[in-house]
């Protein structure tokens, strides 16, 4: 993911400039960890609102698979961009791919734990 796709998200969001990205964030690194810790506050909004119904593991399991193609259609690729991060950089020591794994782990443990 490169400062090119992060500042097409971020002014189709709201209308940052590049140099306010660079005045805002030291590094690149920093700007990836933001913008991936703020798509991961979507992904767990979006995660509560399409299993709010289902009163299962299982059925939790399929509102959520069952709610992802209108959210790939109304928000785009880059709405998980945790997942592109992982694969592009997939050294443990990138701090972009530790986030990464920290929102896979944090998706597992929260499927195990969503009841009968």
Do not use: C
């Amino acid at each position: 993911m490169g400062i090119g796709e992060l500042r097409r998200y971020h002014r189709a969001e709201a209308g940052i400039g590049k140099m306010t990205l660079y005045r805002n964030y030291p590094s690149k690194d920093e700007l990836i960890v933001a913008f991936l810790r703020a798509s991961d506050e979507d992904f767990w909004d979006y995660f509560e609102q399409s299993v709010a119904g289902a009163l299962t593991a299982r059925g939790k399991l399929l509102a959520f698979l069952e709610a992802l193609p209108a959210v790939h259609a109304q928000r785009g690729l880059l709405w998980l961009p945790v997942y592109h991060v992982a694969v592009e950089f997939p050294e443990a020591g990138y701090v972009g791919h530790q986030v990464a794994l920290q929102h896979k782990q944090r998706v597992r443990a929260r499927f195990s734990t969503t009841g009968p």
